[in-house]
């Protein structure tokens, strides 16, 4: 197995504002210190040229989006495009997270071509794949992660080792029910072995598990040989927690 540098990024939802992000940033900067671990931050798009300016002149710390359109420009009202994404130096976009498949309806294809899109603009999709409670219960969850991981291997084909995957089980988003380590890990590993079909550079890929990671359970979760970082959620908006995590990933 290569060495996978650990990728923790915060998923900071509809949450923050611009004195808030300020405080926030400020605290992430005075406490990353040079992490032996990648770290980003996706705030909302309305706040990314408030965090462009906030993480200037620092590396440690990356700036992501929570989505990117599919389209390259043109008559789509409140879409953004991962040009103009690429002008705020963002290096991360989240695509096909559960809330959006939930409650913007997006399939499998429109997350590929997401995934297609941030590529070509020089930018890492971080794609999300995730079964809810309802299909675990009916023991699909293999087939669930695979059919949508697999849509995005079909469309960015020899592209696959440049995009990161965050597993997310749906049913341990928001709620504090979390995967144990070792269901994660079954999980991560399904993925890493599909991933490996598609390319000879799969131990290159980095697969996060995305589901109520915290500061109290992110050390066993990190642990696993197949869990490559974390994408936070709650924990992210609070900068002792987000920090504990990195540190955790170290």
């Not at 700036?63 to 705020?88: C, I, K, P, W, Y």
């Amino acid at each position: 197995m290569s060495e996978r540098r650990k990728l923790v990024a915060g998923n900071w939802k509809m949450n923050g504002g611009l004195a808030a992000n300020q405080a926030l940033v400020q605290a992430l900067r005075a406490g990353v210190g040079q992490p032996a671990c990648d770290v980003a931050v996706c705030p909302p798009p309305v706040y990314l040229a408030q965090l462009q300016q906030l993480l200037a002149g620092q590396a440690a710390i990356a700036l992501g989006a929570q989505d990117v359109s599919e389209h390259e420009g043109g008559a789509f009202t409140g879409d953004v495009s991962a040009a103009m994404l690429r002008d705020f130096g963002v290096r991360y976009a989240i695509v096909g997270h559960s809330e959006r498949r939930q409650y913007q309806g997006e399939t499998d294809l429109q997350v590929a071509t997401k995934a297609r899109r941030a590529l070509a603009a020089g930018i890492t999709p971080i794609v999300c794949v995730g079964e809810t409670l309802r299909e675990r219960e009916e023991g699909l969850t293999e087939f669930i992660v695979q059919r949508q991981l697999s849509a995005v291997i079909h469309l960015n084909g020899h592209c696959i080792s440049e995009i990161v995957v965050a597993y997310e089980p749906v049913w341990a988003i928001g709620t504090g029910k979390t995967a144990t380590p070792t269901e994660a890990q079954a999980v991560h590993a399904v993925l890493r072995t599909q991933l490996g079909a598609a390319t000879e550079q799969a131990d290159r890929v980095r697969i996060l598990y995305g589901g109520s990671m915290n500061a109290a359970n992110a050390a066993e979760l990190l642990a696993q040989p197949d869990i490559d970082g974390g994408l936070i959620g709650g924990a992210a908006l609070k900068a002792p927690d987000f920090l504990t995590i990195v540190g955790a990933a170290a």
